[in-house]
């Protein structure tokens, strides 16, 4: 062969291999480019499927636990402390004796006041035998009628006299049963603030000692106007406590105020909890867990809903994925969920959080649902 027919077969060789390994990827690499460059001009939206909601709805409120029985108890009676049998953490049951003060004062009042009423009551016998003997010589004109008359009103002056003094003797005798200081009613001495010779002053000074029950506990919580509907007597309540991470104690709402306040627009409602295992204090931090029925409505995630001047919107993506803004009416806000009350129908595709850039009848391509969401169809 000669030269030149080497040397262009040479150059045609080079040039083929030139094209096979540096023009050709390059001009596939464009067309890809300019495909993908096509296919982003469409905006990606995650949507989600409307759907009912049927499954009970929770509600959880904070609160504090109380004591169902809770008394400060004082004396009533003047002396200085002889006694005392219980102490903080004691069981009591009702009834029983706590301590007993030593009121010489009140005893002695209490015998002077015996002996009077004995007087008063031999005052009335004599009053009475004299006003008979004398309506006798009234009845024979032996004596004037004004004498009969007088001895009459003596007779009804000392059964006054009389009932007073009893009267005297009954408060005195309730008195010395003050001194005595019984439990009002069965449970946990929680404070004891006095001693053996301590002056003890009737209604004055501190409590001697404070009783709380706490076989049931009781809290209260206010609920808010969105859910008031939907409390009722004999509603479960879950109540949860940090201190107890994997129990859960069971309780009831016992009753609640028939008025919403009107500066918070909430409903106080009292939750009571029985404590038979004495797990649960009065005064622990616990939230209240309600289980409320639920109306099978549409949710939607708050952040789906858009607020503009004409009303509140979502975006909706139609069969031909084209974007649709949809004018709805919003019901109760659960907070992390909202609900739809009219203007979206079940099985529609709500764009999730969608973006200020969309506009109506806007190609999208649909991605699928985040995390949590409805799968879109």
Not at 3 to 8: E, G, I, T, W
Not at 185 to 198: E, K, L, Y
Not at 288 to 296: E, H
Request: glycine fraction near 8%; charged fraction near 20%.
């Amino acid at each position: 062969m000669k030269p030149r027919s080497l040397a262009l077969l040479f150059a045609l060789a080079l040039a083929a291999l030139v094209y096979w390994l540096g023009v050709r990827p390059r001009q596939q690499a464009a067309a890809a480019a300019a495909a993908v460059a096509g296919e982003s001009e469409r905006p990606a939206v995650h949507v989600l499927v409307a759907r009912r909601q049927t499954a009970p709805r929770e509600l959880v409120l904070p609160g504090a636990l109380q004591a169902y029985d809770d008394a400060a108890i004082h004396a009533r009676t003047n002396g200085y402390l002889g006694k005392w049998f219980v102490d903080i953490g004691d069981q009591v049951k009702a009834g029983q004796v706590l301590a007993k003060i030593d009121s010489p004062e009140v005893d002695q009042e209490l015998r002077q006041a015996r002996a009077n009423l004995d007087v008063a009551r031999a005052n009335l016998e004599l009053a009475r035998v004299t006003a008979e003997r004398w309506k006798a010589l009234g009845a024979q004109h032996a004596v004037a009628q004004q004498e009969v008359d007088q001895r009459v009103a003596d007779y009804a002056a000392q059964e006054a006299d009389a009932a007073a003094a009893e009267a005297n003797v009954r408060r005195l005798g309730e008195l010395q049963q003050f001194e005595t200081i019984t439990a009002p009613f069965a449970g946990v001495i929680s404070t004891r603030n006095i001693d053996v010779g301590d002056l003890i002053s009737a209604g004055s000074g501190p409590e001697l000692f404070h009783l709380s029950r706490s076989d049931i506990l009781r809290a209260y919580v206010n609920v808010p106007q969105s859910d008031v509907a939907d409390v009722r007597v004999g509603l479960p309540v879950d109540v949860l406590l940090d201190e107890f991470p994997h129990e859960v104690f069971s309780g009831r709402v016992a009753r609640f105020a028939g008025a919403l306040d009107a500066a918070s627009r909430t409903l106080l409602v009292e939750v009571d909890i029985p404590n038979s295992g004495s797990k649960l204090f009065p005064g622990m931090f616990c939230r209240l867990r309600f289980r409320l029925p639920s109306d099978p409505a549409i949710l939607i995630p708050s952040s789906d809903a858009i607020i503009r001047a004409e009303g509140t919107l979502v975006a909706t993506v139609t069969d031909q994925n084209t974007v649709h803004f949809q004018k709805v009416a919003l019901g109760r806000d659960f907070g992390t969920q909202i609900e739809i009350r009219d203007g979206l129908a079940e099985g529609q595709r709500v764009v999730g959080n969608p973006s200020d850039a969309l506009v109506e009848g806007e190609t999208v391509e649909v991605l699928a649902a985040p995390a949590g969401g409805a799968p879109a169809n």
